[in-house]
């Protein structure tokens, strides 16, 4: 675990380090993702990619092996448009 001490600007924007963002690997204007984690009083922050793969990630142990929730949901859409 790496630590540096950081500071709110006058407007309270967190200055992210340029080493922290080079590790990361965000880029300038890109979008970032906070989580609030009020009982530990602790900010995370990910890159919008690293929110992404975890989202899948997560929805991967819910969907086994082989399924596609992609053909699923197209085979779904395509029953109630025959049912209309």
Same mark, same amino acid.
Do not use: N, W
């Given at each position: &675990? /790496?630590?540096?001490?950081?500071?709110?600007?006058?407007?309270?924007? $967190?200055?992210?380090?340029?080493?922290?963002?080079?590790?990361?690997? &965000?880029?300038?204007?890109?979008?970032?993702? &906070?989580?609030?984690?009020?009982?530990?009083?602790? $900010?995370?922050?990910?890159? &919008?990619?690293?929110?992404?793969?975890? #989202?899948?990630?997560?929805?991967?142990?819910? !969907?086994?092996?082989?399924?596609? $929730? !992609?053909?699923?949901?197209?085979? /779904?859409?395509? #029953? /109630?448009?025959?049912? /209309?």
């Amino acid at each position: &675990m /790496e630590y540096e001490k950081t500071k709110l600007d006058d407007a309270g924007r $967190l200055l992210i380090p340029a080493r922290f963002r080079k590790a990361l690997e &965000m880029k300038k204007e890109e979008f970032i993702v &906070m989580e609030l984690d009020p009982d530990q009083r602790e $900010l995370h922050v990910f890159t &919008m990619r690293e929110s992404i793969r975890r #989202a899948q990630e997560s929805v991967r142990t819910y !969907v086994p092996e082989g399924v596609s $929730l !992609v053909d699923e949901l197209i085979a /779904e859409r395509r #029953a /109630e448009a025959a049912r /209309e």
